[in-house]
T-cell receptor, first 114, second 111 residues
C-alpha cells in the first residue's frame, strides 16, 4: 500500500539549533513530495516541494528538504530554529501521475524552546 | 490561505441534521479537494474534483456529498449518515501544476 510516514509525533529543539523533521514514503513510480506547515486552527501553508532535479530543495522561511531516493525519505530541515517555527508539519506525496490524489502523513508537532 | 475561502469558520450540528460547508476560490484553479483532519490522523481525502460537473470519491466519502456546478465553488454536505462528523474540514485547490493550496478550514462540532 502507498503511504507516508512521519515517525515522530513531536520534535523539541532549542532556539538557534538545527532542526530535522523526518518523512519516509512508500509509493510506486516517481513521487512528488511536499511539506506543509499548520498553525493552530488554520489551514495548511505550502513550504516546499520536490518534483525532479536537485535532491536539496529550498523553500519558504529558511526551510529546506533533502530527497533521498535510496532511503525513500524527504526530511525537512532548517539550520537555525526560531520559536515562531513551532507548529504542526505535514509531509505529503502525490501519487503517480493520472490519479491527482495526495497522501498525507500524520503530522509532526515541532516545539522550539526559547 | 489567500484566494481560498471557507465558511463558516465554526459550525455546530445537531444529531440527524445535514449541514453544508462552503469552499470558494478565486485562483482560477481547475481541481478542488475536501479533506477531513482528526487529531493524530493527518488529513484524509473525502472528495475531489478535477473539472466542473465531475468529482470522485476519496478514501472516506461515506456520509458526505459534493457538487461542482461552478469552477470556483465546491461545497461539501455532511449528511446525517456520517456517524462521527466532528472534525476540522479543509478545502484545497490546484491549478494544472502539482501544488495544492489550502483554505483556512471549518471546524464542525456535533452537539
Amino acid at each position: 500500500a502507498q503511504s507516508v510516514a512521519q515517525p515522530e509525533d513531536q520534535v523539541n529543539v532549542a532556539e538557534g539549533n538545527p532542526l530535522t523533521v523526518k518523512c519516509t514514503y512508500s509509493v510506486s513510480g516517481n513521487p512528488y513530495l511536499f511539506w506543509y506547515v499548520q498553525y493552530p486552527n488554520r489551514g495548511l501553508q505550502f513550504l516546499l516541494k520536490y518534483i525532479t532535479g536537485d535532491n536539496l530543495v529550498k523553500g519558504s522561511y529558511g526551510f529546506e528538504a533533502e530527497f533521498n531516493k535510496s532511503q525513500t525519505s524527504f526530511h525537512l530541515k532548517k539550520p537555525s530554529a526560531l520559536v515562531s517555527d513551532s507548529a504542526l508539519y505535514f509531509c505529503a506525496v502525490r501519487l503517480s501521475s493520472g490519479t491527482y490524489k495526495y497522501i498525507f502523513g500524520t503530522g509532526t508537532r515541532l516545539k522550539v524552546l526559547a | 490561505d489567500g484566494g481560498i475561502t471557507q465558511s463558516p469558520k465554526y459550525l455546530f450540528r445537531k444529531e440527524g441534521q445535514n449541514v453544508t460547508l462552503s469552499c470558494e476560490q478565486n485562483l482560477n484553479h481547475d481541481a478542488m479537494y475536501w479533506y477531513r483532519q482528526d487529531p493524530g490522523q493527518g488529513l484524509r481525502l473525502i472528495y475531489y474534483s478535477q473539472i466542473v460537473n465531475d468529482f470522485q470519491k476519496g478514501d472516506i466519502a461515506e456520509g458526505y456529498s459534493v457538487s461542482r456546478e461552478k469552477k470556483e465553488s465546491f461545497p461539501l454536505t455532511v449528511t446525517s449518515a456520517q456517524k462521527n462528523p466532528t472534525a476540522f474540514y479543509l478545502c484545497a485547490s490546484r491549478i494544472s501544476g502539482v501544488t495544492q493550496y489550502f483554505g483556512p478550514g471549518t471546524r464542525l462540532t456535533v452537539l
